[in-house]
């Protein structure tokens, strides 16, 4: 699968199949795509999540053990099902808290209010994960029951119990406060997430009320400074409206603090009908905005393929501009 290819399947988004033809899947309870079914296709290695969707363009088959993706009649894509972990394949990925108090627009959780996983059933879920042998890394991210405070608390004190028992990498990701780099960093983890949504002020003012990104940038500049280069990565959707100059605009700031940036196809989920404005990207406006991704990337000497945990080693959602990009 070429990068074109998983650039057309990312834009899409989803696949019209049967549900029966899929392996171990979890729903997830963090991020724009809380709540919905999807699954794991890999081809040649290259990996994209999935939704399932009837009305969808794609259509997915079985062939012996392989689905086969076809569009307008054509096959476009053929590989293999992966399992799921948890939440993706090869990494524990918990979610601590399914609620949060932020009411970012783009984001359903703040409607669906799901749990608050207690440490005991977290370090439950992480043990069953290991002991199938396939658990390469652990990434916890959360959303926000009463304050970031709390979160970076229970983040803590859960990292700390987790690298006592295993030797795996851990990745966090969190809403950052005053203090949390260094006591994620001193509790033992190895690789750092704080995601900015948007570059765009003015677009993050609207969709992220309650958000503050100049205090997500603070925590990003120190992030790199504790965890070292290539440690510290962003989440950054891509169709709340901002332009192309605007995303490219925001990867050189992020790039020269020592930040990878992740470019995330933003997607209306239907809580948020009438809340926001979205417009998922085109496939061509995905590999256009990868392609410069890459090239600054290199520019400042940073790696997207060097991660060990959380988003960019997975590469399910997003084009990852150094292992997707030939």
Known sequence: MKAEVKAQLIAEGSIDMKSSLLGCTTVPTAGPGAGKIAFFFNSGGHRVRMGINPASPLKGKKEAEELVIMKDGQEI??????????????????????????????????KLQGKVKTMDEMLAMIEKAHATGRMHAISITSGVEISPE???DRAEELIRTLRKRYT???????????????RLKDAGADELKYNVETMDRQIFSKVCPGGDLEDVLTGLREGVQIFGRNKVCSNFLIGLGETDESVMNGIEELL???????????SLHPLRQGEVF???????????????????LD???LRADTFKTMCLPCTGCDLNPHSDLE
């Open 77 to 110: 894509a053929r590989g293999i099902i992966e399992d799921e972990l948890i939440h993706c394949p090869n990494q524990a990925y918990i979610t601590m808290c399914e609620k949060c108090i932020f009411d970012c627009k783009f984001c359903p959780v703040p």
């Open 256 to 266: 020269s603090m020592g930040v990878v940036p992740i470019l995330r196809a933003a």
């Open 168 to 182: 795996v990498p851990i990745g966090v990701s969190v809403y950052p406060t005053k203090d949390s780099t260094r």
């Open 150 to 152: 709390k979160e970076v």
């Open 278 to 296: 979205i417009e998922r990207p085109s496939a061509q406006r995905l590999m256009f905005l990868t392609r410069f991704l890459r090239k600054k």
């Open 299 to 301: 520019e400042y000497g």
